[in-house]
T-cell receptor, first 114, second 115 residues
Framework: AQSVTQLDSQVPVFEEAPVELRCNYS??????LFWYVQYPNQGLQLLLK??????LVKGINGFEAEFNKSQTSFHLRKPSVHISDTAEYFC????????????FGAGTRLAVHP | GAVVSQHPSRVICKSGTSVKIECRSLDFQATTMFWYRQFPKQSLMLMAT?????????EQGVEKDKFLINHASLTLSTLTVTSAHPEDSSFYIC???????????FGPGTRLTVT
């Protein structure tokens, strides 16, 4: 069975500082990997996804993530955060070839301070 | 493109009544739709998966008779919470997918409060 672990429940950071949100997954088969962002009382917005190909994936709002198969990780990074990046971030995995059932991590609350 | 809407965005109902939540794919045909439930400060938990024209597949622990899901067309799925109780209060989010390619498009969510 697949599972997703987000190692940090909360990440406080100052504005314009770099940030990394960590995600590890467990799966015995090939997977697709996703990062979503959720603003208060809203649905999820896709930041980026890894399906195949280059292991460095660039997404919206200046975010990027790197797929590391040997470490089963898919960490999200941004070189310089803004106050507006304050939100909940979810890492998710789906099994390739299936009907894309998503398994979500517990989420990481990113709090950007001035 | 790939917009999913939900209606209503917020609903308050009395205990014992039923409430229906709609999920629509506005610009694509959704062969598969998913319903999630999210408790405060927690992750999304998949409740059920529905394919157009078929019965929904419920996750373990989700009561089929309480959470009725209908996916009657390629653009509409509904979730009906029957005989709602305060413990059903939650944020319900749907998503839709047009293929088996691994990407889901999420709706904005519906906040259900049962009094």
């Amino acid at each position: 069975a697949q599972s997703v672990t987000q190692l940090d429940s909360q990440v406080p950071v100052f504005e314009e500082a770099p940030v990394e949100l960590r995600c590890n997954y467990s799966s015995s088969v090939s997977v697709y990997l996703f990062w979503y962002v959720q603003y208060p009382n809203q649905g999820l917005q896709l930041l980026l996804k890894y399906l195949s190909g280059s292991t460095l994936v660039k997404g919206i709002n200046g975010f990027e993530a790197e797929f590391n198969k040997s470490q089963t990780s898919f960490h999200l990074r941004k070189p310089s955060v803004h106050i507006s990046d304050t939100a909940e971030y979810f890492c998710a995995v789906s099994v390739s070839g299936g009907y894309n059932k998503l398994i979500f991590g517990a989420g990481t609350r990113l709090a950007v301070h001035p | 493109g790939a917009v999913v809407s939900q209606h209503p965005s917020r609903v308050i109902c009395k205990s014992g009544t039923s409430v229906k939540i709609e999920c629509r794919s506005l610009d694509f045909q959704a062969t598969t739709m998913f319903w999630y439930r999210q408790f405060p400060k927690q992750s999304l938990m998949l409740m059920a998966t529905s394919n157009e024209g078929s019965k929904a597949t419920y996750e373990q622990g989700v009561e089929k008779d309480k959470f009725l899901i209908n996916h009657a067309s390629l653009t509409l799925s509904t979730l009906t919470v029957t005989s709602a109780h305060p413990e059903d209060s939650s944020f319900y989010i749907c998503s839709a997918s047009s293929s088996g390619g691994g990407e889901q498009y999420f709706g904005p969510g519906t906040r259900l409060t049962v009094t």
